[in-house]
DNA sequence: TAGATTGTTAATCGATTAACAATC
DNA sequence: TAGATTGTTAATCGATTAACAATC
């Protein structure tokens, strides 16, 4: 299969598919069927052997998927077979609590660094990271080999950060702050909007009741 | 049209209307056509049409939409029309970041307690919200009309937890915790999966170069 | 070999886009 | 009235589900 066709609706899966293939090796499940899975995960069988199709057969007829080998196979496709490099641009208290999750460090996610403007901020350790200034941004990326920039910053500075990032070589923005980014293909962004996850979940609860 | 018969797809895009009409409210824009805002947040127009219509005829044919308008009236489904009294469940960083978010206030979501299990943290302040112990759940969610609560604790209390705001009254929860939660069909959960996210993230970007 | 379950093709379903008559 | 743009129906596209032959 060429990657690119590889549709967006498969690859937001796989991350799920993996959190219950880890958690299944945990329990020491040793092979586990799609249909056993779907199960699980409330989704259909079908469905899970098309996701994993794309990628190549990971099962085998009459016996199912190897609980190990597909957790593997995943995270592989995920990239989690390396390590990344990230940084945090914003030192308030939502990009502090994102330097403080022990889940990203668990699946090879190492921060690296935090940048903020506040002079009073710079210096610090948060959660044992370092807080430098913006003015080190550019430096610090390149020798650094980062990854992934996480975006928690004023959404008034948010597109004027961006703009720097890329062009000291980001492709891979966190984006936390609540504006859309615009930026340009082969950059890719994934938007965790908070308010708007916040008002739709008050929609569905209204549409619910 | 029957509230039931909305697709997910679409509440899901209402929020980001919402955040455009918001920003042309700001900048003094009176009206725009389903063209114009589609230039803006690249989509279609024919998209922007049809979503709007299941709500019923906002616009005017040969004038557009009336910016003001059609804000309120997105705000309206949304359920942003009234006040929604919020707890936070877990006073980690990240709960505490939840806490200090200016946007949730100013959209009408107002935080009236934190709860935590851990006696240090409790009876304390943090962004002049105070900790409660869990224990006061019962009392203070059917005391303060509690509409949402938001779910930032350990993934292996997470469920414990989801069953108890259930049983207190709770229909909307936020779920920060790295887990699925099993809720009836009566109850709205939106999940922040935030190493999801990441590894979406991280995937997306393998995937473009 | 018989049973189970995959990989994969075909059918269905739903969501998006295009087109255009209605109408401001 | 003419031009613009909606509301809405029809066409297309893509994603999900069902079915089944292949095969372990």
Same sequence: chains 1, 2.
């Avoid at 052997?49 to 190990?68: A, H, I, S, T």
């Amino acid at each position: 299969m060429d990657s690119k066709d590889i549709s967006k609706a498969v690859i937001g899966r796989l991350p799920r598919y993996f959190r219950y293939l880890g958690d299944l090796k945990e329990k020491g499940t040793e092979r586990i069927s799609s249909k056993e899975l779907s199960e699980l995960m409330n989704v259909t069988a079908s469905q899970i052997r098309q996701d994993l199709n794309n990628f190549g057969g990971f099962g085998q007829q009459g016996y199912g998927y190897n609980v190990d080998y597909l957790y593997g196979e995943i995270g592989k496709i995920l990239g989690l077979d390396r390590p990344h490099n990230l940084i945090i641009c914003g030192a308030g208290s939502l990009g502090t609590a994102l330097a403080g999750n022990p889940d990203f460090i668990n699946a090879g996610f190492r921060i690296k660094a935090m940048f903020d403007v506040d002079p009073v901020k710079i210096g610090k350790f948060l959660h044992g990271i370092e807080v430098h200034s913006n003015k080190e941004l550019e430096d610090f990326i390149k020798e650094n080999e980062i990854d992934i920039a996480i975006v928690a910053v004023p959404v008034n500075s948010a597109n004027d950060l961006k703009d720097k990032l890329i062009d000291y070589g980001i492709r891979a923005i966190w984006n936390f702050s609540n504006t859309d980014l615009d930026v340009p293909d082969y950059v890719a962004v994934e938007n965790v909007h908070l308010l708007d996850s916040l008002m739709k979940l008050s929609c569905t609860a209204i549409f619910r009741s």
